[in-house]
C-alpha cells in the first residue's frame, strides 16, 4: 500500500550511509546493515562501490579547505564502500545517532563508531547529516532505477 493513501507521513524521508572502506575489510558490513534492519527501517538502494577520487571530492565538498581533507580523499578510495539508501520515519536523525559521533572516542558504546572504531580518520561508516544533504548525496551516488520502492508487509508492525 502506497504509505500516502495509508495516511502515514513522513515515512518517505531518505538517508544516504555508507560503510567505508575499513568496515568492508573489518567485515563489519552484515552488523552494519543487521542494525538499520533491525531498527525498522527499510533498504531502498545499496551496491558495493570502488568510488573516484572525483566523486568523493563532490560528496565530501563543503570539507574541502580542511588539513585532512586529501588524507580523507585517500582513505575513502583506498576500497570499496558500500553504499545505501534507507527509509523511515526520522531516519536522517536516527540513522546519525546510531551512527555515534564524527570522533569514535565521543561514541558511546551501542553506536557503530562506539563499538568498532577508534580513530576519527578510520571511522568506518557514513550517513548523511540532514535531508538536504540526503537528498543531495543520494543523487550523486544513485541513479534512479537503483533505488527500489517496495511494499513493506512489516508497516503496520513498525509504525502506529
Ligand atoms: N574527519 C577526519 N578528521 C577530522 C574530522 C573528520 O579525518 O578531524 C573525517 C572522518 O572520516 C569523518 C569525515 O572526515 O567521518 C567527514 O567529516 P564530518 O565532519 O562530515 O563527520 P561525519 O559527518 O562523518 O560524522
Ligand atoms: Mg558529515
Known amino acids: 500500500a ?4 495509508t ?17 568492508v575489510q573489518r567485515r563489519l ?4 546493515v543487521h542494525r538499520f534492519e533491525k531498527k525498522g527501517f527499510k533498504l ?20 574541502r579547505a580542511k588539513p585532512f581533507f586529501n588524507g580523507l580523499i585517500q582513505y575513502m578510495s583506498a576500497g570499496p564502500v558500500v553504499a545505501m539508501v534507507w527509509q523511515g520515519l526520522d531516519v536522517v536523525k536516527t540513522s546519525r545517532k546510531m551512527m555515534g559521533e564524527t570522533n569514535p572516542a ?13 580513530e ?14 540526503a ?3 543520494i543523487a550523486l551516488w544513485f541513479s534512479q532505477d537503483e533505488l527500489h520502492c517496495w511494499e513493506d508487509h512489516s ?3 513498525i509504525y502506529a
Not at 2 to 5: A, E, G, I, K
Not at 7 to 23: H, Q, Y
Open 2 to 5: 502506497n504509505v500516502l493513501q
Open 135 to 137: 537528498q543531495r548525496e
Open 155 to 157: 508497516i503496520r508492525w
Open 7 to 23: 495516511g502515514w507521513t513522513g515515512l518517505n524521508e531518505r538517508t544516504f550511509v555508507a560503510v567505508k572502506p575499513d568496515g
Open 120 to 133: 576519527v580518520g578510520r571511522n568506518v561508516i557514513h550517513g548523511s547529516d540532514s535531508v538536504e544533504s
Open 29 to 32: 558490513v552484515g552488523d552494519i
Open 44 to 63: 531502498v538502494g545499496m551496491k558495493l562501490v570502488q568510488a573516484s577520487e572525483d566523486l568523493l571530492k563532490e560528496h565530501y565538498r563543503d570539507l
Open 106 to 118: 565521543d561514541s558511546l558504546p551501542g553506536t557503530v563508531r562506539g563499538d568498532y572504531c577508534v
